[in-house]
């Protein structure tokens, strides 16, 4: 029998190190794929929560004042008393003293009368801020929230 006098040294070979590494990198990347999905539903799903209370609170608003905000006023109403008004709630309809924006910050927007034929709607244009889109770049309607 022949015997090598070179001893074995204890560690990795470079091949075992980069499978590591590899597979570590894959494995992130999975993580990070499924956390950014998550956050884009939650900011869609909050964005409809803000929309869902904006609307109720406008319905308020017509309900002590009469009538619906115009375009020009927009959803400051609900947080300063127009000065052509009566009945509107000491404190506004919001408990905020600022108008909530949409998850990715920006301001919804108030349309009296649209093509829908309901009253009004708010409207938030989604992820990408342009009108239209899919998925999370989709427009979202108050009359839609659920």
Not at 8 to 37: C, K, S
Not at 93 to 120: C, N, Q
Not at 126 to 131: M, R, T, V
Request: glycine share 10%; proline share 4%.
């Amino acid at each position: 029998m022949i015997r090598s006098n070179k001893k074995r040294r204890p560690g990795f070979t470079l091949v075992e190190i980069m499978a590591v590494v590899i597979i570590l990198g894959l494995l992130a990347a999975i993580g990070a794929m499924n956390f950014l999905g998550q956050a884009d539903k939650a900011r869609v799903t909050t964005t409809k929560a803000n929309l869902k209370t904006l609307h109720n609170s406008v319905a308020q608003f017509k309900m002590d004042t009469g009538r619906y905000p115009s375009e020009e006023e927009g959803l400051t109403v609900l947080i300063e008393k127009p000065s052509d008004v009566t009945g509107w709630q000491e404190g506004g309809y919001l408990d905020s003293t600022s108008i909530p924006s949409d998850a990715w910050g920006r301001e919804f927007v108030y349309i009296a009368y649209p093509e829908s034929g309901k009253p009004y709607a708010i409207m938030s244009y989604g992820a990408d801020g342009q009108e239209g889109g899919e998925s999370y770049d989709a427009d979202l309607y108050s009359t839609d929230a659920k």
